[in-house]
């Protein structure tokens, strides 16, 4: 088990790491038009397929408000397309277009582009190992959310 030492020195580098993030997204090289959050919610239904906003906003652990927020500027920019859904027509399922993919490609181009410059000097290892590294931590405090949720 780690120290509270050593957790309050994970939750630092961690927020460094976020600062430094948001910072280079503040370049204009890769500034986004779309909401903070806009990228991961493209992303999932990239990857994941179309959905009902409820449950994106469950996979991404945020309320449903936010995600009904970040879709507004998706929709209107045509990277998402919403439709009934045909099991309940109360409720819309959420899809990325064609845009969204390419837009989607492009963003991850440029960070993976980004990254691979700023590790140049790391060996593949290293960044495997702290790939496996942060899922474990973002599934482990997904696990312990429950513990701390009223």
Do not use: F, N
């Amino acid at each position: 088990m780690i120290t509270s030492a050593t957790a309050a020195e994970l939750v630092d580098a961690l927020r460094a790491v976020i600062r430094s993030g948001k910072a280079v997204q503040q370049h204009a090289y890769l500034h986004e038009q779309l909401p903070p959050g806009a990228v991961a919610l493209l992303s999932l239904l990239h990857r994941e397929g179309e959905q009902r906003l409820g449950r994106i906003a469950e996979r991404l652990d945020v309320d449903p408000s936010v995600i009904s927020r970040q879709v507004a500027p998706l929709e209107r920019t045509g990277l998402v397309r919403r439709r009934p859904d045909p099991d309940d027509g109360r409720a819309g399922l959420l899809a990325v277009t064609a845009d969204g993919a390419r837009y989607l490609c492009a963003h991850q181009e440029r960070w993976a582009e980004l990254v691979a410059t700023a590790l140049a000097d790391w060996a593949e290892d290293d960044a495997e190992a702290l790939i496996g590294g942060l899922r474990r931590l973002t599934t482990d405090i997904r696990a312990v959310r429950t513990l701390v949720t009223p």
